[in-house]
């Protein structure tokens, strides 16, 4: 790997993706954990078609800190939600570590989905009647091999709001609760779609910090999609999306840690 310093942009010109993947991502281990080619997402048909992802070719590894910003409509939520097996693209392909996504059926993927990702949205889903140890054990019930609840839960931040019910705990809190309940099973990736973007200021620099923290001390790839431009600084690599391509790849050589970035 060359040194770099501070943070270099990179076309993500397809030729230099496929001929120096080195050079648009720091490899950590030989096979990416995400792996797509070609892949198109089309909705719709005749006059209502939407091209919402054009020939994205992408790697991430493990252990990654990757986040997927663009303007709204550009693609992000469909790419994400492709990796993460909730919709299948229209053509090219697209591997977790040495599985075939593309062709698994309905099944497949629920199971893909069940023993290997880790899903946060904007809003938490909470189970309302159950409090936050329930909450996690409606996981921990069906997961192959999950970590103690009281473990997830300190993980967050939350031990003494274990027993609360959601709509006792702050959105921050109830957000930080969807991450718990996202890890509680060690997924080998984290996927957030706009994990802040119901939250204030402060509330959503906690959020990130706790993402930032699974990351790092469990090895969690993350996966993070922001509008917000002053997040990239905590991210390994900013994957730049526009029109349903990726448009730029940033890296970061420092990462930023979430307390520090100010927006
Ligand atoms: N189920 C669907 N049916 C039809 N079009 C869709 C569907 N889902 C997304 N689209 C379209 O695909 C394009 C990309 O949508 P996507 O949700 O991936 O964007 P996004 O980057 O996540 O935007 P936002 O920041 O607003 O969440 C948009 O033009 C959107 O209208
Ligand atoms: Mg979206």
Request: glycine share 8%; net charge negative.
């Amino acid at each position: 790997m060359p040194v770099r310093s501070g943070a270099m942009e990179i076309a993500a010109d397809m030729d230099t993706a496929r001929h120096a993947p080195e050079a648009t991502a720091p490899p950590r281990s030989d096979v990416p954990v995400f792996s797509a080619r070609g892949l198109n997402k089309v909705y719709g048909s005749d006059e209502t078609q939407v091209h919402a992802l054009r020939d994205v070719d992408l790697d991430i590894w493990r252990g990654e800190f990757v986040v997927l910003l663009g303007a709204s409509g550009s693609g992000k939520s469909t790419l994400l939600n492709i990796l993460g097996g909730l919709d299948v693209p229209s053509s090219g392909e697209v591997r977790f570590a040495e599985h075939r996504l593309t062709g698994a059926d309905e099944s497949e993927l629920t199971t893909y989905r069940r023993e290997h990702v880790g899903f946060v949205f904007q809003f938490y889903n909470l189970i309302p009647s159950l409090t936050v140890r329930e909450n996690l054990g409606l996981v921990t019930d069906i997961a192959v091999d999950p970590m103690p609840i009281d473990e997830a839960i300190a993980l967050v931040g939350l031990t003494p709001r274990r027993d609360h019910f959601p709509a006792q705990l702050s959105g921050g809190e109830q957000q930080r609760v969807a991450i718990a309940r996202a890890i509680v099973k060690r997924p080998e990736v984290l996927l957030c779609d706009e994990p802040t973007g119901a939250l204030d200021y402060t509330t959503g620099k906690l959020v990130l910090e706790v993402i930032a923290r699974i990351n790092a001390e469990l090895g969690t790839t993350a996966v993070v999609i922001t509008h917000n431009a002053a997040i990239a600084g905590m991210a390994d690599r900013v994957l730049h999306l526009g029109d349903g391509r990726i448009q730029k790849v940033q890296v970061n050589a420092h990462k930023i840690s979430p307390s520090e970035l100010s927006w």
